[in-house]
């Protein structure tokens, strides 16, 4: 078949390239979407955001079912079982939901081609298509765009290849809710899904390698929310080094090595390895081109443009952080720089993210910790969520919030917030950090009574009587 002569492929149908494909052909520019699962919506909808969301979304049901009595909620019984294949039936129609609705908003673009087939440059200015009937399709393209995204990444522990040992795709399928489940690495997917299988009924254990769960979010948060989880009765083991697992009969025996480097174990029925993940780009042809990357990722300049003039990459498979609102972010970020319009790509240090613990951690900007690393004079504004209205009524009152901001300019460098909701706050925070407002805007905005929002005013008050400067509102 004659080669297809495009303007822009773009490898990866997830977060990150689907939003760049149908920016770049609003504008009319001929494009090539490729991706290689079973639709639209990259490991975010299929293995990862969205399954994970729809599993905690039915824990914390589960558990708001248990608290009712503390509502003053007289339930017929306590006795609330989980139908784990109705969640799963649940997850499969949202994702088909989704993936349907991605599909036909990319359909509406008529210079935007979505193909499904495994894609492999063959040069820097081609590539084969191998579709899903087999036929083979070869583009020419004058730029490319690179969002394969990242794979777990599994350190090579022996026994870590059993049926009873998932990662973080194979756990979002499990057919069962396990009786014990041992999660190896305490990073955000570990504690999430940690959390979520605990609350609908498994014991949990988690090891982490280092001192703490959750190593790059704020240290105080991590450790509040670390006893949180052992008070739940998740047994938290640090300082762990995992060396095998062992298969017996129906359980895992996991060896591991604790601080003092002395030999312990842990038995579990289910594993779940949650130790990373890598960039996503076997397969993909790169030793074709110039285009040069390392197990952190594909190597980028400041406009996101690789090694390979014309070749560019976004989302996971550049590297940290890897989220699917930091993909979309660069993708979009990219598609405007390419179309010749003035932007800002997106920088590390205004990104926002969640943990989706219970409580949420949200997360924007610099963390106390890491803005005195980068040598910056900062004050911390604080509110604890026990004195706060919304989060009495709503039984969750055990967090806290902190404002970073530069001690000379007032500036806004971070917002890091523990309550369930936090999330919900992230958006507002993202502004400030982003903007970067001075904590005075925050105390001239009226935020809205009682809701977690006014937490922001609360925590800029109190340090601003703290700092001895004319405060004339009075706290609710
Ligand atoms: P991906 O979403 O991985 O998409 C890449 C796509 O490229 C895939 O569909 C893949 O099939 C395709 N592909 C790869 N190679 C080829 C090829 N050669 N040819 C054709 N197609 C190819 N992020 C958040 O922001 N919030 C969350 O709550 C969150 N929760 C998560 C929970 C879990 C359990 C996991 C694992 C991840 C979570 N993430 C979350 C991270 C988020 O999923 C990723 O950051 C995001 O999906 C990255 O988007 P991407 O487009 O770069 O890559």
New binding site residues.
Partial sequence: MKPQEIDYLI???????TPTAMALASAGKSVML????AGL????L????IP??IFRESARRLRELKEAGDFGLCLPTLDVTVNWSAVLERKRAILKRRSEGALQNTGRLPTLNTEF????LLSSRSAIIEKEDGTPQEVHFEKAIL????V?FLPPIRGIDHPRVHD??SI?NIDHIPETLLVIGGG??GV??GQVFNTLGSQVTILETSPRILGPVDKELALLLQQRMQQEGIAIHTHCQVTAILHTGHSEFVEYTDQAGEKQHSIADTVLMVTG?RP?VE??GLENTAVKHDPHGIEVDASLQTTEAGIYA????VGQP??????TAQGLALARHLMDQPVPFPTANTNS??I?SEPEIGIAGLTEQQAKQAGLDIEVARYDFHNDARAQIDGHDNGILKIIYETSSHKVIGVHALVEGAGELMGEAALLVKAGLPIEAIAGAIHPHPTLTESFVMAVRSAMAKAGKPNDHKQK
């Fill in positions: 490898i990866g149908g997830g977060p990150g390239g490729v991706e290689k699962g919506g990259g490991t975010c299929f293995e990862g955001c994970s969301k087939g495994q894609c492999r969002a394969t995204g990242s777990p973080s795709e979002l955000p997917i999430e899904l993940r996503n397969g993909l976004v989302g996971d498979v890897m989220f699917a609102h930091w993909a993210a969640v989706f």
